[in-house]
């Protein structure tokens, strides 16, 4: 399964009989908040500091960060490749950051 929820990432969700795809809305949960923006759960939500950074330095970051959010609150899942592509054909500067996921085992 492909959720797109942004024009900028994507979510691959492979389920091949492992069920993966019942964690969606935790991902996007962690993907789409902030941190510090849930009352009752400040930890979960990644920081925005990497939005900053340049494209491939912003990815890396968001990836490193989206693994330890995985571990807290979805530790079924690890973050299997974080891809970044360029999606305006070096016409406007738009990426899309295509992340994988796996089962942890």
């Known amino acids: 399964m492909t959720v797109d929820f942004t024009d900028s990432v994507r979510v691959y969700l492979e389920d091949d009989g492992d069920g993966l ?17 849930l009352p009752g759960n400040r930890g979960l939500g990644l920081g925005r500091e990497f939005l900053s950074n340049g ?4 990815a890396s970051t968001l990836a490193a960060e989206l693994e330890e959010q995985l571990e807290e ?7 299997e490749e974080a891809k ?3 999606a305006s054909g070096a016409q406007d500067g738009r990426y899309m950051l295509e ?7």
């Open 73 to 79: 609150y979805v530790p079924e899942l690890s973050l």
């Open 21 to 37: 795809k019942r964690y969606d809305g935790q991902v996007r949960q962690i993907l789409l908040h902030p941190a510090l923006s």
């Open 55 to 58: 494209p491939e330095e912003a």
């Open 84 to 86: 970044l592509e360029d």
């Open 99 to 105: 992340l994988s996921f796996a089962a942890r085992g």
